[in-house]
């Protein structure tokens, strides 16, 4: 046999002697608290407020949960074994991506809990029904407007971080730890025509909206009089508002957007009931 051929081989089995070490070290790999990441250093979420998220969130088995910045994949893994929910964990670090997946095989869950690496400014989440993330508050605000842009009712829980003037609509505190709860709210600021139905004649009237966030306020057009909103709110998909009419009655209106249009019941307090619909301007 030549030296050649077995010089080749010599480096053949070498490189396959590192290969396998390789493959040994990363299966080895044990991440620890405050190592380095892309934006953030790793610490993971203590287990109680993992589920006080995923809690707060009312997570469901219909439910899709996406974690952004996985780690060791915990509220992936939780969210399908505790809560019987798909989910996926985003995490950048390749070799931590690798360690949570194996976390969730070994919790029995790979059926519905995935960990893949990628970027989480580059991994499109918009089909989460519940979204969590533990990450800076510059990250926060930095996702917000595509957090804004999913669908209304989403739920969003992070751990320890608000979102700055975007007020959570919950926080919750454990051991000293906070978590905050936000519902994605439907856009629904601007001009509406809106046409009320009862008693078979109907009505139709102008609606103003102003909205911060899940914040409203407005008015309503009747004839000459302008008659501001009382306890207008939006949660998610779901408005409701009041307003004293020109007889001095209040109406209470409740009801559902979806996307230019709004339609839903009202009641007044001398007990009329009727229909309601608006399309957007």
Request: avoid cysteine; charge should be positive; glycine fraction near 10%.
């Amino acid at each position: 046999m030549s030296r050649a051929i077995l010089k080749g081989a010599a480096v053949a089995i070498a490189a396959a002697v590192l290969a396998t070490a390789a493959i040994a070290q990363k299966k080895d790999y044990q991440p620890y608290v405050g190592q380095q990441g892309k934006d953030v250093v790793w610490v993971p979420t203590p287990d109680e407020v993992v589920e006080r998220m995923l809690n707060m969130a009312q997570t469901k088995a219909e439910d899709y949960v996406i974690d952004l910045g996985a780690g060791d994949g915990k509220i992936a893994i939780a969210a399908a074994k505790k809560f019987g929910a798909r989910s996926l964990g985003i995490e950048y670090n390749p070799e931590m991506a690798a360690y949570a997946q194996r976390n969730a095989k070994a919790a029995g869950v790979l059926g519905r809990a995935q960990i893949q690496q990628g970027d989480i400014f580059a991994t499109d989440f918009t089909q989460a029904t519940v979204l969590t993330m533990y990450l800076l508050p510059s990250l926060n605000i930095k996702l917000r407007p595509q957090i804004l842009a999913m669908r209304p009712g989403t739920r969003v829980v992070a751990h320890a971080f608000n979102m700055e003037d975007w007020e959570p609509d919950e926080v919750s505190e454990i051991d000293g730890r906070r978590t905050f709860l936000w519902i994605v709210p439907a856009s629904v600021g601007g001009r509406w025509t809106m046409d009320l139905l009862a008693n078979g004649a109907s009505e139709k009237l102008e609606l103003n909206l102003e909205q911060r966030f899940q914040k409203l306020d407005g008015s309503v057009h009747i004839g000459p009089v302008v008659a501001g909103l009382r306890e207008a709110r939006l949660s998610g998909f779901n408005v409701a508002f009041a307003y004293v009419d020109n007889k001095g009655v209040r109406r209470n209106f409740a009801g559902r957007v979806v996307g230019a249009q709004m339609e839903g019941g009202f009641r007044t307090d001398n007990g009329q009931e009727g229909r309601w619909a608006a399309a957007k301007k």
